[in-house]
């Protein structure tokens, strides 16, 4: 299976573009904080769905899918703290 090829794959990364056009607009003094760990969040989401695509056994890639889940709920939470 190409991981290229999966929707969620693709949808992953719109979500990264999208993003960084969002916390563009953050403040400057936030840009090694928050706005930092929302970046490495969002860039955790296609990473490890294709580092699960390219497992082995199912067991491992059920596991990365998780984590990938994972990052997009710390996304939703870093991005709302961002703009109360």
Do not use: C
């Amino acid at each position: 299976m190409n991981y290229t090829d999966l929707d969620v794959w693709k949808y992953s990364r719109e979500l990264v573009k999208k993003v960084y056009l969002l916390i563009k607009k953050n403040p400057k003094e936030e840009i090694y904080g928050l706005t930092n760990q929302i970046r490495r969040s969002v860039v955790s989401v296609p990473s490890n769905i294709l580092e699960g695509i390219g497992r082995q056994s199912n067991k491992e890639t059920i596991h990365f899918l998780y984590i990938a889940k994972d990052s997009l709920q710390e996304v939703e939470t870093q991005l709302y703290l961002s703009f109360i």
